[in-house]
């Protein structure tokens, strides 16, 4: 990926491409045999937990592709004077990645959420792609840490089964820490972080309807439907976020004025 398609957001190199654009780019990688390359989404969750724990900020600043994966990332961007021209969701670059790897050809592991949830996955995945295949699924214990043993015998498996493609849906900052901590013993082109999508592909939990999307409001309709879950990103995560982006901006004015 060139220079001229990452743009700094508060520190980190975000990825300014579309979701076309990176489905082609993580392809090339991928043909010409690249390994261990990494994907991320960068929100206004995954940037607090960065600022809390120097694992996630070096998972996040180690990846070889870190999407704009939040309205809160773009405006951010918009705000500093950065080039992100608009959100690039995990569920976006999964379809897109997915649709070019058909058309090239390749083979897809996953790793993430309950046994039932991939059944489905692997179910609807074989109809969309059949150019692809699917070399292995697996659902990990859901403790904060894999234990050392279960670990090791999940990397043997996905490395035996050497996939083009990993996609990895633990949920963040979890997936990154444990694609971070296990990078170089994972024989895969790409890695893919991607949060909820299992979810969504399977149809076991609802994307929100496109007027949500576009109005940049899915985080409001995922509070609404699982509130448990989101109401500390959208009551603490994303104030310390926009916090941060409001001392970057003033700073960098103090600093243009003083020249």
């Given amino acids: 990926m060139s220079g001229r398609a990452r743009t700094d957001v508060l520190g980190y190199s975000v990825t300014a491409l579309t979701a076309s654009e990176l489905g082609e780019d993580v392809i090339q990688a991928i043909l010409i045999g690249r390994k261990r390359s990494f994907l991320a989404c960068l929100n206004p969750h995954s940037f607090?937990?960065?600022?809390?724990?120097?694992?996630?900020?070096?998972?996040?600043?180690?990846?070889?592709?870190?999407?704009?994966?939040?309205?809160?990332?773009?405006?951010?961007?918009?705000?500093?004077?950065?080039?992100?021209?608009?959100?690039?969701?995990?569920?976006?670059?999964?379809?897109?990645?997915?649709?070019?790897?058909?058309?090239?050809?390749?083979?897809?592991?996953?790793?993430?959420?309950?046994?039932?949830?991939?059944?489905?996955?692997?179910?609807?995945?074989?109809?969309?792609?059949?150019?692809?295949?699917?070399?292995?699924?697996?659902?990990?214990s859901f403790a904060t840490e894999i234990a050392a043993q279960e670990n090791r015998e999940i990397l043997q498996v996905i490395s035996d089964a050497s996939p083009d493609l990993l996609w990895v849906a633990m949920t963040a900052p979890r997936q990154e820490k444990w694609i971070f901590r296990n990078r170089n013993n994972l024989e895969v082109g790409v890695a893919g972080a991607i949060g909820?999508?299992?979810?969504?592909?399977?149809?076991?939990?609802?994307?929100?309807?496109?007027?949500?999307?576009?109005?940049?409001?899915?985080?409001?309709?995922?509070?609404?439907?699982?509130?448990?879950?989101?109401?500390?990103?959208?009551?603490?995560?994303?104030?310390?976020?926009?916090w941060a982006v409001l001392k970057h901006l003033c700073h960098s004015i103090r600093s243009r004025d003083m020249k």
């Fill in 196 to 242: 909820a999508v299992f979810d969504f592909y399977a149809g076991t939990r609802p994307r929100a309807p496109a007027v949500w999307r576009n109005l940049g409001l899915e985080w409001g309709y995922r509070l609404l439907r699982n509130p448990a879950r989101m109401w500390r990103r959208t009551f603490i995560s994303a104030p310390l976020f926009l």
């Fill in 48 to 140: 607090v937990e960065a600022q809390k724990a120097l694992i996630v900020r070096d998972a996040l600043k180690s990846a070889t592709w870190l999407i704009p994966d939040g309205v809160g990332i773009v405006i951010a961007s918009h705000l500093l004077g950065g080039a992100v021209a608009g959100r690039v969701t995990g569920w976006d670059v999964f379809l897109a990645l997915n649709s070019r790897l058909n058309e090239a050809g390749g083979s897809v592991f996953f790793i993430g959420s309950t046994p039932e949830v991939l059944k489905a996955v692997v179910e609807r995945f074989s109809r969309d792609y059949p150019n692809v295949r699917i070399v292995g699924s697996i659902s990990p």
